[in-house]
């Protein structure tokens, strides 16, 4: 879930008369769909979330490695503690990239106990992770292969574990990531206000 302070932060940046009317989509929108953007993709369908109010025609349940969105569908893509889950981070934010018209925008959890850790993108440490739904993957179009930890466990929803995950990268980590994805005109990481433990990251095209 992102935090209070985040889902501040990005209404304050879309608070402007042109970003105001701007269409986005929310990548593993989860049980906060409709908080981020007005549109949402998960891989779970939207019977498992919690929100009975939100427009199921606005909801898709897709991969995340290959949305079916046309090109520049939206003017920003928008995701929250989704990129640490995946191993196959850069495929993912091509993906947003491909999808978005003006901005990429990715929430993360960023605790730095060890240096290490905080600046070395290659470490990961030993949380839980998903697991118990091999042929759930299949059915989605996804493999164990695109998570860093196999984690058997008791079930919550269609057949995932909501365990944690294993990547905090610090801000620079995320801008080379970024760069990496897409052709960027700019990219800007930063920690999110408050001192809440994410890190913000916004790519313009």
């Known amino acids: 879930m992102p935090s209070e302070r985040f889902v501040i932060e990005l209404k304050k940046f879309l608070d402007t008369p042109e970003r105001r009317e701007w269409k986005g989509l929310d990548v593993g929108c989860g049980p906060h769909i409709g908080i981020l953007a007005e549109y949402g993709l998960d891989a779970a369908p939207i019977s498992t979330f919690v929100n009975p109010d939100y427009p199921r025609e606005k909801f898709t349940q897709g991969n995340v490695y290959k ?58 440490l030993d949380f839980y992770y998903f697991s118990a739904f091999p042929e759930k993957m299949e059915k989605y179009g996804l493999t164990r292969e695109d998570f860093d930890i196999w984690s058997p466990g008791a079930t919550t929803f269609d057949g995932f574990d909501a365990h944690h995950c294993a990547w905090f990268p610090h801000p620079k980590n995320m801008i080379k990531l970024f760069n990496k994805a897409g052709c960027f005109t700019k990219v800007r990481s930063e920690v999110c206000p408050g001192n809440c433990g994410e890190t913000n990251t916004f790519g313009w095209l």
Not at 72 to 78: A, L
């Open 67 to 124: 949305m079916p969105f046309e090109d520049n569908s939206f003017d920003y893509v928008v995701s929250a503690h989704l990129i640490e889950h995946l191993k196959r981070r850069t495929k993912a934010l091509k993906e947003m990239v491909r999808v978005a018209r003006h901005v990429v925008i990715a929430n993360v959890p960023r605790y730095t106990r060890d240096k290490k850790v905080a600046e070395d993108p290659c470490v990961r």
